[in-house]
């Protein structure tokens, strides 16, 4: 997979010098999605210095989650969370076109997010997270297409959300297209009037034949709040028109709707109840339904989930999430650390308070055996200091690669120890030059 996305990204060297000013980025990027690769459900947003974008798909994975599980036909979990074809040739479109849009815009970003989410089963999305500079110094040969790959930072996550939401978007799509009585079976069990339905969404539901009328429910806003374990609130700012041209009288553009969800016993998220924030009364006229102040949610919205929230990225955390990848890969593949440790957790982080900035780094290993050992302190430990000369070596290169000096110090964090060890900058600078070994460097007086 990550070699096929550093293939995307060297395509874009081949691209002519074009220009997206920067007040059209977004326009920029979804025309030449949907004229060059018929994509057109994107979302794209821009944070700070970050730029994002969302994919949803149909399908993420080439395997069937429940089938599998059913069956028990899984190889191994690797298999099993494969992306199909389909979704790779989309991802890999979307990545040429933010990869082009980058590298010929008057506007500085410092990184891309793109997230590829199944929308329809899973709610699992694949997360692609680049430096921008990385895709130039790729293009001109400054750093390899396997250091590239290091680079970029691939996730896999559950999008809950996306799970919440789906009933509610299949609701408003049924809307669209079922008759009345079926609307009214599925989603209210026959326990309101015709009529009374007819008033909540403001005389659009089908009352024959599919396609009688051509009302189109425009979702504006979904966002979700868990209540308890298996129930869920999801609000909806909607817009019906019908042929492009808003529906609702007095001036009225959008709905709000506030579903509540349960788990049902095949683990599936379904409505069991629709409350509606106004309602066309016996004139044809909208009537806001007053709630009791303890209930007006519409105050907090902004702490709900949503789908695509995009954060600004960092270099400093960016730096330590990739570092975390990387130095867990040679651990995995690494035959002594495999033969010397019982079980390995090790993490990067980025801390910028309290002051001054730094990294950690957050160990937990059991070693198989505690022999070649007569010091105090387990980092002495000939096996402990090789995993930890590979990480450190891992760290100063890495940070060397990327210009990177925002920090004063690195803290070892081993669980088994009482308090850390830091080591300064400048005394990593010579770890880095091969001045003074790992061991030197513990042995010096602590910062």
């Not at 492009?244 to 509540?260: A, E, K, S, V």
């Not at 010397?340 to 993490?347: A, P, Q």
């Amino acid at each position: 997979m990550a070699a096929c996305l550093a293939a995307s990204v060297l395509a874009a060297s081949g691209c002519k010098s074009q220009s997206y000013p920067a007040d059209k980025i977004k326009e920029s990027l979804l025309e030449i999605c949907r004229q060059e690769y018929g994509i057109e459900d994107l979302d794209v947003k821009i944070a700070g210095n970050t730029i994002g974008v969302f994919l949803p798909l149909k399908k993420l994975f080439a395997a069937d989650f429940k089938e599998a599980a059913v069956t028990g036909k899984v190889r191994n979990l690797e298999t099993l969370f494969e992306p199909s074809p389909e979704a790779m040739e989309k991802v890999e479109d979307v990545l040429f076109s933010v990869s082009r849009v980058l590298l010929s815009t008057d506007r500085q970003f410092d990184f891309y997010v793109l997230e590829a989410t199944d929308v329809e089963k899973t709610g699992m999305q694949l997360v692609l997270v680049g430096f921008v500079n990385d895709i130039k110094r790729v293009r001109v040969w400054d750093i390899s297409r396997n250091e590239y790959r290091k680079r970029v930072i691939h996730e896999l996550k559950l999008n809950r959300a996306v799970v919440w939401h789906k009933p509610v978007r299949d609701f408003f799509s049924d809307l669209e297209k079922l008759p009345l009585a079926e609307i009214e079976q599925k989603y209210f069990a026959g326990l309101l009037p015709p009529e009374t339905i007819q008033r909540l969404f403001f005389d659009t539901v089908l009352t024959g034949a599919a396609g009688e009328k051509s009302v189109r429910w425009e979702i504006q806003d979904l966002r979700s709040a868990p209540v308890q374990r298996s129930e869920v609130l999801v609000y909806a700012k909607v817009r019906p028109q019908r042929d492009g041209q808003p529906i609702l009288p007095n001036g009225q553009d959008d709905l709000q709707y506030l579903f509540m969800l349960s788990q049902d016993v095949e683990d599936e998220m379904r409505i069991v109840r629709i409350i509606p924030f106004q309602f066309q009364d016996e004139t044809g006229k909208a009537q806001t339904i007053s709630f009791p102040k303890e209930l007006q949610i519409e105050q907090n919205l902004d702490k709900w989930e949503t789908e695509f929230p995009l954060e600004e990225y960092k270099l400093g955390p960016f730096l330590a999430q990739q570092l975390t990848r990387r130095v867990q890969a040679i651990a995995a593949t690494d035959e002594r650390i495999h033969n010397t440790f019982h079980e390995i957790k090790l993490n990067f982080e980025y801390s910028e308070d309290p002051n001054p900035p730094h990294f950690n780094l957050n160990l937990e290993a059991a070693l198989k055996e505690l022999n070649h050992y007569n010091r105090n302190s387990l980092v002495f430990h000939e096996d402990m200091l090789y995993l930890l000369n590979i990480a450190s070596r891992e760290f100063v290169d890495v940070l060397r690669s990327y210009q990177f000096g925002d920090y004063n110090y690195l803290s070892l964090n081993v669980a088994q120890e009482n308090a850390p060890w830091l080591i300064g900058r400048d005394d990593l600078e010579l770890f880095r030059r091969r001045k003074v070994d790992l061991q030197g460097l513990l042995t010096l007086p602590k910062i």
